[in-house]
């Protein structure tokens, strides 16, 4: 049976992965994300989902490698995880009233090499000024110490107290890892979550 690894250190991509019933591993890709740009979120991440899952491929050939990123853009400017709750709390204000697109790739390697990649986009609209007090928002900081979430979002959780509404083909992509396009690569790549 071929090897399964995940590319990634989230505890959330694990979390969503481990939904479908199969066997894999965890190891840190060891991409420094700060070396990749782009014009646009949808290219920067999928350069990124790319990036991990050919790294960690490099050195586990003959296993299945899934990559993934996501990248988030509001009003112009991209929004990476904050890293403190200070920051959590500037982006969730900066956000409010706006709408956030979210990208999420993912890259899957096949035990041949060969490379398969999707991305799906996730709308977030924020509540405004008048329903969402700096207050509220700060609660919100407090209680879920959202500091490793690009935008500051944890729709899992009580994030979903600050949104308007979500638009996705794939509920979990907003998570930071699309299980239905997944499940698609994965197929093409040989494994099967039903069998």
């Not at 490698?65 to 991209?78: E, H, N």
């Not at 991305?119 to 500091?147: F, H, M």
């Amino acid at each position: 049976m071929t090897s399964l690894i995940l590319a990634s250190t989230s505890r959330y991509r694990a979390e969503l992965l481990t939904r479908l019933g199969l066997s894999f591993r965890t190891v840190a890709p060891q991409v420094d994300e700060s070396a990749y740009s782009a014009a646009n979120a949808r290219d920067l991440a999928c350069s990124l989902a790319q990036a991990k899952a050919q790294a960690v491929a490099g050195n586990h050939s003959g296993s299945v490698i899934i990559g993934s990123d996501q990248v988030a853009f509001c009003d112009g400017r991209f929004l990476g995880k904050p890293g403190s709750l200070e920051a959590a709390m500037e982006q969730l204000q900066f956000q409010r009233g706006k709408t956030t697109q979210f990208e999420t790739a993912i890259c899957v390697v096949d035990a041949l090499g060969r490379s398969s990649l999707a991305c799906v986009t996730t709308n977030v609209g924020w509540l405004d000024a008048s329903l969402l007090s700096d207050a509220q928002i700060e609660a919100y900081v407090q209680k879920e110490r959202p500091i490793d979430c690009a935008g500051a979002a944890k729709s899992e959780g009580l994030g979903v107290t600050l949104i308007a509404h979500m638009r996705s083909d794939d509920p979990t992509a907003l998570i930071g890892l699309p299980l239905i396009a997944l499940t698609g690569l994965l197929r093409k790549a040989g494994v099967e979550p039903l069998t």
